[in-house]
């Protein structure tokens, strides 16, 4: 019964139906993407779910992660995803991995699943998913949302192109994941159905079906204009053209980590630091901190990072404190060692100061 309308469809059918039970499809992260493409395989009854994630529910995932209420604020996501999606079918096996993908984990993982669900939203990941996949012979369905584009993919290195001869490189520019982008829920909502629903064609694969493998289908929101674009297998991939035993798994955490906070008295006092503005040109000019230098967060999003050894002792603050900790992040994702952000930025320094000296 709970299968009827599906079944119903000649392309999927009873036999459809069963291959959907027998699945293993890993989700890579149970965020934005995950979320919507989750509750639609748990629904269509794919019978093995695993939902890798280490992250925990915050108020701010809300929006978007519709797996979450606010009951789970605070709670890991992987678990929180796996109790939803177990009210919504019983029937399915769900496993939890709270971790985050790596090249230690992945090799197992990647053995133990048919198909690779990507619901990341960083460039480390997906390359590390990708390596895996082309290693361990999987396919995986590629998803990525800015701003108000979206785009996805299946990428299978044994019958066409891979991840890596669509960007061969990771980014210079890593740019930090945390929380600086925009995004509408349901634009992330309309990609991760869309993976969902790739999944469900290369479970069932009927002859009907043309899943995206190599090639990249985009859509713009704003206009609902869609592409397809074809993706040239490269001959020189610096992953699919090598022998899967050469393919090393590399993987450096992209996860925020832990910024610790000064108070402006604290980052006064320490005179061997660098002390770095973040905000912009126009908010420098209305009023800044004496010996602070200007280094807005936008070039340092964009790659351009202060001249300065890693060592030193970087201090970032920006109007309120929530720049600072964005780009203190990227800092030391890119090596930076000593990293803090003053907590409540230039508008709790004026005050602290203002009132000190009254
Ligand atoms: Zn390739």
């Known amino acids: ?24 499809v890993l989700c890579v992260g149970a965020g934005g993407l995950g979320s ?25 995932n809300l929006q978007r992660q519709i797996l979450f209420t606010i009951d789970g604020i605070g709670q890991p996501k992987a678990v929180q995803a796996k109790e939803r999606l177990q009210a919504l079918n019983p029937e399915i096996e769900i496993t939890v991995y709270e971790d985050e993908l790596n090249a230690e984990n992945a090799p197992d993982l990647f053995q133990a699943y048919d198909i690779i669900l990507d619901g990341t939203d960083n460039f480390e990941t997906k390359f590390l998913i990708n390596d895996a996949a082309v290693k361990y012979k999987k396919p995986w369905v590629y998803g990525a949302i800015q701003g108000f584009d979206g785009q996805a993919s299946v990428f299978d290195a044994q019958t ?23 995004v509408i829920g349901a634009v992330a909502g309309l990609i991760g159905v ?18 995206l493998f190599g090639k990249l289908w985009t859509l ?25 035993d050469d393919v090393i798994l590399a993987y450096s955490s992209p996860v925020c980590g832990f910024v610790p906070e000064l108070t402006p008295q604290q980052a006064r006092g320490r005179s061997n630091s660098c002390l770095i503005d973040v905000r912009e040109k126009e908010e420098w000019d209305q009023g800044h901190i004496d010996g602070a230098q200007l280094w807005p967060l936008s070039k340092i999003m964009a790659g351009d990072l202060p001249d300065l050894p890693q060592e030193t002792e970087i201090i970032l603050h920006c109007q309120k404190g ?27 320094w004026v005050n602290c100061f203002e009132d000190a000296s009254e």
């Open 1 to 24: 019964m709970r299968y009827k309308r599906q079944i119903t469809l000649p392309e999927i059918g009873i036999d459809g139906q069963e291959k959907i039970a027998r699945a293993h």
């Open 36 to 60: 919507p493409a989750l509750l639609y395989l748990a629904a269509a009854g794919i019978g093995h779910i695993g939902i890798i994630d280490f992250d925990h529910v915050d108020e701010s």
């Open 160 to 182: 066409g192109p891979c991840y890596r001869c669509l960007y061969p490189e990771k980014p210079k520019a890593r740019i930090a994941n945390c929380a600086e982008a925009g």
């Open 194 to 211: 869309t993976q969902a629903l790739q999944v469900i064609q290369l479970v069932t694969r009927h002859e009907s079906f043309e899943p």
């Open 220 to 244: 713009d929101t704003k206009t609902m204009q869609t592409r397809i674009l074809n993706i040239p297998k490269n001959p020189d991939c610096p992953a699919c053209s090598k022998k899967r």
């Open 322 to 348: 929530m720049r600072s900790l964005q780009a203190a992040q990227i800092l030391k994702v890119q090596g930076y060692l000593e990293v803090y952000s003053v907590s409540g930025g230039y508008e709790a």
